[in-house]
């Protein structure tokens, strides 16, 4: 067994939803494969679904529980687009590799609705991006260049608009995109994990990565009670791995996020939301949440290197931010009530775009996909897939970014501080706005 972490006492409201098998065997003893896989998340999941489309032999080490990190307790949204935004990829990389990378971006967000449409998931279309500040023009400027330089076409929303469908004050004007979608974070992993086995994947579950040595042909990883002999070996840990990932791991910082579920709203909500779509607004480190079982709001939000684990205090700082934006759902104890309450690590690397490539060599990372991980972790695994396999090197649209230092212990507090600038801007402009 794995060292039990502070955020595994949460209880996400995805896991009081799903009805999981029970844990599978972790290793013991000594297995051979084509590829070795660290980390049970939609990397992970996705890279071994490509790969045993290739016919590679592949297995799964996974720590906790498949889809026990940030890809079975995120918000639920997919949709094109990277973490890093787009007028500062295209500023490093120009426009024309900006726009293969926007394809790319797509094709991983069609990835997640092919396997959802597949199996039945079902998923709500739509997703709503509402300014915190009046900036018709802005906006209306990006969705023609979205268009014309993209091919990607969004909607605009005057502020009439989007007064009639969210019943606050702090939104002026939007954009939605009609094709974005949410569903249910951890079932995704739970099918794939679930197709994965039936087609003979090992996934083996409490199976932590202690250690791994190069040999002669590729790889010796180390687990608790087993060992694992392989010719290549990706590491797909997101957020969560620590120092056994040795160089990898000055190469990305854990960043935190808090979700929450309020108890069953009623007709509080329904007056306040018009819309089954998902809604992030535009702020760099804003809110996102969406509708969820009719009458809970599963709110995120926040942005921190130095994350909060306790769930009472999760609930008492998210409730109140909740309030700022929806004060008529607060109830007769002057709070707004929560149920569910987690908090979830995204690996940031500097440049906010994912690790993805050799780090040496049949060694590689599938990683680093920050808050825009759920159509990108999947066509992150499959470049690696093509790439490992020799039939592509679609995997060198991410060699311009590479693979930065972190910054050591000073990065938390680089991170934190330009967070925390990116706020007061946002404050700034909300605030001229109004007057
Ligand atoms: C609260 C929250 C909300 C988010 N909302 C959204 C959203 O709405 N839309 C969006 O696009 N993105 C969102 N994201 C980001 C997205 O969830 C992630 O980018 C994506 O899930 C990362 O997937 P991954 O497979 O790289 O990492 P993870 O899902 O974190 O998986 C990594 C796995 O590696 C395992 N591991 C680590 N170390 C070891 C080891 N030594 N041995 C074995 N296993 C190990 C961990 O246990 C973990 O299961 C959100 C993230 C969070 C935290």
């Keep these: 067994m794995s060292a039990p972490l502070a955020f595994e006492s949460q209880s996400t409201w995805y896991e009081a939803q799903a009805e999981r098998q029970p844990v599978e065997e972790p290793l013991s003893g000594s297995v051979e494969t084509d590829v070795c896989i660290v980390g049970a998340g939609l990397a992970g999941l996705f890279l071994a679904k490509e790969l045993t489309e290739r016919n590679r032999s592949t297995l799964i080490l996974e720590a906790r529980r498949i889809g026990a990190g940030a890809s079975g307790r995120h918000g639920g949204f997919c949709s094109p687009g990277w973490a890093c935004r787009g007028a500062q990829i295209e500023e490093r990389v120009g426009l024309v590799k900006a726009k293969g990378l926007f394809d790319l971006s797509r094709e991983g967000y069609q990835m997640v609705r092919d396997v959802l449409t597949a199996a039945d998931?079902?998923?709500?279309?739509?997703?709503?991006?509402?300014?915190?500040?009046?900036?018709?023009?802005?906006?209306?400027?990006?969705?023609?260049?979205?268009?014309?330089?993209?091919?990607?076409?969004?909607?605009?929303?005057?502020?009439?608009?989007?007064?009639?469908?969210?019943?606050?004050?702090?939104?002026?004007?939007?954009?939605?995109?009609?094709?974005?979608?949410?569903?249910?974070?951890?079932?995704?992993?739970?099918?794939?994990?679930?197709?994965?086995?039936?087609?003979?994947?090992?996934?083996?579950?409490?199976?932590?990565?202690?250690?791994?040595?190069?040999?002669?042909?590729?790889?010796?990883?180390?687990?608790?009670?087993?060992?694992?002999?392989?010719?290549?070996?990706?590491?797909?840990?997101?957020?969560?791995?620590?120092?056994?990932?040795?160089k990898l791991r000055t190469k990305f910082l854990p960043i935190t996020t808090y979700i929450v579920v309020t108890r069953p709203l009623g007709k509080k909500l329904k007056q306040a939301l018009r819309t089954l779509d998902g809604i992030s607004d535009g702020r760099r480190a804003g809110n996102y949440y969406r509708i969820v079982e009719g009458d809970r709001l599963l709110w995120g939000g926040d942005i921190t290197a130095f994350g909060e684990v306790d769930s009472t205090r999760i609930s008492e700082k998210m409730s109140r931010d909740l309030a700022s934006v929806y004060p008529q759902m607060v109830d007769q104890s002057g709070s707004i009530p929560i149920e569910y309450s987690w908090s979830g690590l995204m690996g940031y690397a500097e440049h906010m775009m994912p690790e993805i490539g050799p780090v040496e060599k049949d060694l590689w990372a599938c990683t680093s996909f920050g808050g825009h991980g759920v159509n990108t972790a999947p066509i992150g695994a499959r470049l690696v897939a093509e790439g490992l396999c020799g039939s592509s090197e679609r995997w060198r649209a991410f060699a311009p970014f590479g693979f930065p230092w972190n910054g050591g212990f000073l990065g938390p507090f680089a991170v934190e501080s330009s967070y925390r600038k990116m706020q007061i801007g946002d404050h700034w402009r909300a605030f001229r706005s109004r007057w």
């Design 121 to 246: 998931v079902p998923f709500t279309s739509g997703i709503l991006h509402p300014s915190t500040y009046s900036n018709t023009e802005g906006l209306l400027r990006t969705l023609e260049r979205m268009d014309k330089d993209f091919g990607y076409q969004l909607e605009f929303l005057d502020s009439d608009m989007v007064k009639g469908l969210l019943e606050t004050p702090k939104y002026y004007q939007a954009w939605r995109d009609p094709k974005g979608f949410h569903f249910d974070a951890l079932a995704l992993c739970l099918l794939l994990g679930e197709a994965l086995q039936k087609q003979g994947v090992p996934i083996y579950e409490e199976t932590l990565m202690k250690q791994f040595n190069q040999t002669s042909s590729g790889w010796e990883v180390t687990t608790q009670q087993g060992t694992v002999r392989c010719k290549q070996l990706v590491f797909c840990c997101g957020g969560y791995g620590g120092k056994e990932f040795a």
